[in-house]
């Protein structure tokens, strides 16, 4: 089984800025998390979809919002970038009845300037 | 805000050197604690997701505990080696219907041959 996959994995944006970045997760899962990771911070989460609903919403503005398709694919969006938003994107996605099983993706490496 | 600790932050020990870490976690409103290891520019790799008050798991060299009602698990790892360099994260999960993980900030292991 293929595994979660990413992309890019890297990406250079200007301040102001906004981008989109994707994750498709492996076959048959169908929950899809965001987690963004910021040097001195650990794993931050964003938010949690599952079939095609926003079921968990973590603690960041309203700039990020992400969405997922019927195949389960997910995308998230940052609009307006700021320096802050420079980080390593995860996805991570779970099957089944255990949504807290979760297996990541090799992130987004995104830079802002 | 639930808060996940970790310690220590890093650590450095000779191969062959046992070792053992550390994860605070609310006690409260438990559901599952994971741990997972992440090598840099790799996925983080899922070791236990543990359940229950007690539990323990075994992986090779490295095992765990949990202890809920004092909200603590601990990792450990028997007779380092050089690739169990990495940094061990746990997660803490509050309900059984939920991809929202709550990380603390990892330990960082270096294994010296």
């Not at chain 1, 992400?66 to 995308?75: A, C, I, L, P, V």
């Not at chain 1, 995860?90 to 992130?107: H, I, K, N, T, V």
């Amino acid at each position: 089984k293929a595994g979660v996959t990413q992309t890019p994995r890297y990406l250079i944006k200007t301040r102001g800025q906004q981008v989109t970045l994707s994750c498709s997760p492996i076959s048959g899962h169908r929950s899809v998390s965001w987690y963004q990771q910021t040097p001195g911070q650990g794993l931050q989460f964003l938010f949690e979809y599952f079939s095609e609903t926003q079921r968990n919403k973590g603690n960041f503005p309203g700039r990020f919002s992400g969405r997922q398709f019927s195949n389960s694919r997910s995308e998230m969006n940052v609009s307006t970038l700021e320096l802050g938003d420079s980080a390593l994107y995860l996805c991570a996605s779970s099957g089944g009845d255990r949504a807290y099983e979760q297996y990541f993706g090799p992130g987004t490496r995104l830079t802002v300037t | 805000i639930l808060n996940v600790e970790q310690s220590p932050q890093s650590l450095h020990v000779q191969e062959g050197d046992s070792t053992n870490f550390t994860c605070s976690f609310p006690s409260s409103n438990f559901y599952a604690l994971h741990w997972y290891r992440w090598e840099t520019a790799k996925s983080p790799e899922a070791l236990f997701v543990m359940t229950l008050n007690g539990d323990e798991k075994k992986k090779g060299r490295i095992s765990a505990t949990l202890n809920t009602k004092e909200g603590y698990s601990y990792l450990y790892i028997k007779g380092s080696q050089p690739e169990d360099s990495a940094t061990y994260l746990c997660a803490f999960i509050g309900s059984s219907n939920t991809g929202k993980l709550i990380f603390g900030q990892g330990t960082t292991l270096q294994v010296k041959p």
